[in-house]
């Protein structure tokens, strides 16, 4: 029991030090980590449905009795907020992984194998890349009868793998040169070890960076689907929340308290992402650093 | 002019999107077959239900099936849809029957291509002088707080800083319009007066996009001048004394470019999903603002016809920057492309 | 009067361990119409010094100290914009690595017209004119012109570049490693190049190499760099045939030789850490004869009889 409680706080002392010299990663994560905390306390702090309409007077501006005012629909603006941030941050952070998860393995097996399998990879990358996403998702949602959170994160994940795939590929490419690799197929040990001992170990950091901007992206991509009304029909999301706001033009009568919360908070998920992407590609690459 | 190497390059990237372009409209033609059930019936069924009828509506449910539908085998259909799609007969619109999803789109088109080509060239072009003048005093004060301002910009999706320009520009100081592309009131002409309409209710719409990209290439072009500033050939250029600025623009951002027209290519896509959704907010009559009301009316050859022919258009950009970019890269071919 | 005078030239490269001492007091000078060689060790710090003469040092790399006379003028005291109108057209510089010293988005052409444009006032046409001459002078086709870096060998970029350098007529010019890199008929060309500018054009060349036989091919003077100092001047011939310092002897006898077969000895021991150099000679720990002084007193660089300059306690009595 001694030892290991003793490595996992070193282990959290390093982070924790890694956090404070690299302070873009400091940052994201520390706002990132703020937001999961309340959507992971969503329950605690809103025990009630916050979507149930005319449980409170609408349209009333900010106070002390509701920090961030209601909405025309008679809905408590902070309450619905707080689950709209758990519904969202679950929606991007399934896809990001989801998609990182197949982006590595497509990236890698094209990087590795090379010749034809990359050729033929590298192209289905490419398509991808070349085609944009939002039209096509909208078709395809408009077809799907039930759009749930499960079927979202789905279908945010086939159109978010692309980018990581495309790094992966490109890295395990620059590093299967590098003489660590040549040294471990010397030694006879198979692809598959070579892979985990050997690469891996070394692009953590650059995996990471890669998974947040995946869920960026996702997140970015959710959003879309939602402001136009394509989102889960049965819960809350920021993106729904947008929706409802534009639908009873909220920005016209001047209800902002409805409009801003939501962009509010995803701007700063979309910064804190884009900091703990840059910030991991600073711990990876040293070059990076100032 | 262009050599043997690039023009065999440039073959592969022809034939890349063509294929691309048919791997797109052939699953244009399979998603609605994959659907349980007749969506336009279902419609049909459910606008009787709500005591509206389209006139001829039996006949119209034949008209699809003929030309998207269940008549003849699996191969004639498939043959017959390319063959009318190579003609450019991409079926009827169902919420603006009679028109053809070919008209609506070709009158919405316009206004998508004349907002987005001025904006993503002035954006994508200022960025690029910008980060290259940051870039080229990395570490000063300017430097600094102008990359973070635009670090902040660059990643705010574009509608919602249209959200903020109309609330700030169209209701707290009530100068620019929120809606539209003319005024209510205009005709359209050719004349001075709706030109200039059309310009003033473009300024927000543009606006949105403008100053969100630009960050976004201000930022990559400075780390691109930072890229090249330990290079070999900059330090020859300084001893012979060569100046400053023709160092930075001749020898720095001749090739600092280079990654930067690549990376407009890789994203076009984005630009123009971002793009649409802005159209949305404004209401501006694109393309954009046309796939949201034929969602809304679950106008599925209108959906399925913008898809393609926005497609077609990302595709041809995508080949038309390609064959712009030997001209920027002499070693084109050389490299494997 | 010299062309080019060094004094007491120090460069260090400030780091967080302390101050690297590559260039620490050097002095020499160049007279008109001379190849002069400077030779020595990788890590000596000549290509340092090169590039401080130019003022072309990057931080964390500092000139710290001395006097570089060009033609009268102190190089290190000008503004910028003087510094820019006497680089390249009186004094012009090979770099190192020709791989990436050329612009890759530039034809050979227009870089060279670059040079010719920033100096003087030519139109497009008559500054394209004199391309050719000089692209012939090095052995290369006219048709290089049009051409891009990536299309022209190793050799030929070299040429290229050096055919750049001549483009003003400067009256001193800079070879840094110029044949290294480059199989043995290539470096025969740039040799016979450079030597050809000092007879029929009156350039002075200072040539930085550690390939003696470059040195001993085409240098009239000869001087040989250890540790940040220079220890040993004088005539070429002279200083292969007789050197007078222990570090040069010791240099002399790793060449082997295609007149007389003996047996190469190399020098025992490494090159000093410039960070922190030893006390008194720097080459004492390595010295066959060093005394004890060697290792209290630095040595200057003195006037031996001889007509050579060297910095040796026993050999300057």
């Known amino acids: 029991m001694g030892p290991s409680k003793t490595s996992l706080l070193l282990a959290l002392r390093r982070v924790l030090a890694a956090l404070v010299e690299f302070p873009k990663l400091g940052v994201g994560v520390a706002v990132i980590l703020t937001l999961i905390v309340l959507a992971g306390l969503a329950s605690v702090l809103v025990p009630y449905d916050p979507t149930s309409m005319m449980r409170v007077p609408p349209d009333l501006p900010p106070s002390s009795q509701h920090l961030l005012g209601t909405d025309t629909l008679g809905r408590d603006v902070a309450a619905q907020l707080i689950h709209s941030i758990r519904q969202s941050l679950m929606i991007g952070a399934m896809a990001g992984s989801i998609g990182t998860l197949i982006g590595i393995v497509v990236g890698f097996m094209a990087g590795y194998k090379g010749g034809l399998v990359d050729s033929g990879l590298r192209t289905l990358i490419d398509v991808f890349l070349v085609i944009p996403m939002w039209p096509l998702m909208v078709v395809i949602a408009s077809y799907v009868q039930f759009l749930t959170v499960p079927v979202m994160a789905g279908l945010l994940a086939a159109f978010s793998w692309p980018w990581p795939a495309r790094a992966m590929r490109a890295q395990v490419m620059s590093l299967g040169q590098r003489e660590f690799v040549n040294l471990a197929k010397l030694t006879n040990l198979n692809s598959f070890e070579i892979a985990f001992q050997e690469i891996m170990p070394n692009m953590l950091s650059y995996i990471g960076a890669n998974f947040a901007n995946a869920v960026a992206g996702a997140m970015m991509a959710e959003v879309g689907l939602e402001i136009i009304g394509l989102g889960p029909q049965n819960t809350t999301t920021l993106g729904l929340m947008l929706y409802w706001a534009m639908w009873r033009g909220a920005l016209v009568r001047g209800i902002t308290w409805w409009v801003f919360p939501p962009i509010v908070v995803l701007i700063s998920v979309f910064i804190s992402l884009h900091l703990i992407n840059m910030g991991l590609d600073e711990v990876y690459n040293p070059r990076l650093r100032r | 002019m262009i050599s043997r190497a690039a023009a065999l390059y440039l073959v592969r990237r022809l034939v890349l999107y063509v294929a691309t372009f048919f791997a797109a409209a052939a699953v244009n033609f399979v998603i609605p077959r994959l659907i349980p059930g007749d969506p336009i019936r279902t419609l049909l069924v459910q606008m009787e239900q709500q005591g509206r009828t389209i006139p001829g509506g039996e006949d119209l449910v034949k008209i699809y099936r003929q030309r998207f539908g269940l008549d003849g085998d699996l191969f004639t259909q498939f043959v017959n849809y390319f063959a009318r799609l190579l003609q450019g007969d991409l079926g009827f619109s169902i919420m603006a029957f009679p028109s053809t999803v070919q008209e609506l789109v070709g009158k919405a088109i316009p206004w998508t291509i004349g907002l987005l080509s001025v904006t993503v060239l002035l954006s994508w072009g200022l960025g690029n002088l910008l980060g290259a003048f940051i870039g080229w005093r990395r570490g000063s004060k300017v430097d600094a707080a102008l990359t973070s301002v635009c670090l902040f910009l660059s990643q705010i999706p574009y509608y919602f800083f249209a959200l903020i320009l109309i609330f700030l520009f169209a209701y707290m100081l009530p100068i620019f319009p929120a809606k539209g592309a003319y005024g209510y009131t205009k005709i359209m002409s050719f004349s001075l007066d709706f030109a200039i309409d059309v310009l003033y209710h473009s300024i927000l719409p543009s606006l949105s996009i403008l100053v969100v990209s630009l960050g976004g290439w201000m930022i990559t072009m400075r780390s691109m001048i930072v890229g090249v500033l330990g290079e070999d050939y900059l330090k020859l250029a300084e001893a012979k004394g060569l100046k400053k600025n023709k160092i930075l623009m001749g020898y720095a951002l001749r090739n600092a470019l280079l990654p930067q027209v690549t990376g407009l290519a890789m994203s076009l896509g984005f630009i123009v999903s971002g793009a649409m959704l802005t159209e949305i907010i404004f209401a501006y009559p694109g393309v954009g603002a046309l796939m949201y009301d034929a969602l809304g009316r679950l106008d599925y050859p209108l959906l399925q016809g913008i898809l393609l022919i926005i497609i077609g258009a990302v595709l041809s950009a995508n080949l038309l920057i390609d064959f712009l970019y030997p001209l920027v890269d002499p070693r084109v071919g050389y490299k494997g492309g | ?317």
């Open chain 3, 1 to 317: 009067m010299p062309l080019l005078e060094v004094k007491g030239l120090k460069a260090y490269y400030r780091t967080r361990a302390g101050e690297v001492k590559a260039v620490d007091g050097v002095s020499f000078s160049v007279e008109p119409k001379e190849i002069f060689g400077i030779a020595g060790e990788s890590g000596c710090g000549k290509s340092t010094l090169g590039m401080a003469l130019l003022r072309l040092v990057d931080p964390p790399c500092y000139v710290e100290a001395g006097d570089v006379l060009f033609d009268g003028v102190d190089l290190l005291e000008l503004d910028a914009e003087g510094l820019r109108t006497i680089r390249w057209k009186r004094f012009s510089y090979i770099p190192q690595s020709s791989m990436n010293a050329l612009n890759p988005v530039a034809r050979i052409g227009s870089q060279i017209v670059d040079a010719i444009a920033a100096h003087e006032h030519l139109s497009e046409k008559e500054a394209n004119k004199r391309v050719a001459p000089l692209l012939k002078g090095v052995g290369l086709a006219a048709e290089c012109a049009d051409m891009y870096p990536h299309e022209l060998s190793g050799g030929m970029k070299q040429r290229a570049i050096i055919a750049m350098a001549m483009a003003l007529g400067p009256q001193l010019i800079l070879a840094d490693e110029p044949t290294t890199a480059l199989d043995v008929n290539v470096q025969r060309v740039v040799l016979q190049a450079l030597a050809y500018l000092r007879e029929a054009m009156g350039v002075s060349v200072i040539l930085v190499t550690h390939d003696m036989a470059a040195q001993a091919e085409i240098a009239d003077r000869l001087a040989i760099m250890y540790a940040g100092k220079i220890v040993e001047v004088g005539a070429v011939d002279d200083v292969f045939a007789d050197p007078l310092h222990p570090y040069t002897q010791g240099l002399m006898s790793a060449i082997p030789s295609l007149a007389e077969k003996r047996q190469i000895k190399s020098i025992p021991g490494y090159p000093p850490n410039l960070l922190d150099p030893p006390p008194g000679c720097r080459f004492h720990p390595r010295c066959p004869v060093a005394v004890g002084r060697c290792r209290e007193e630095q040595p200057e660089l003195r006037s031996e009889a001889r007509g050579r300059l060297v910095a040796c306690h026993l050999v300057v009595e």
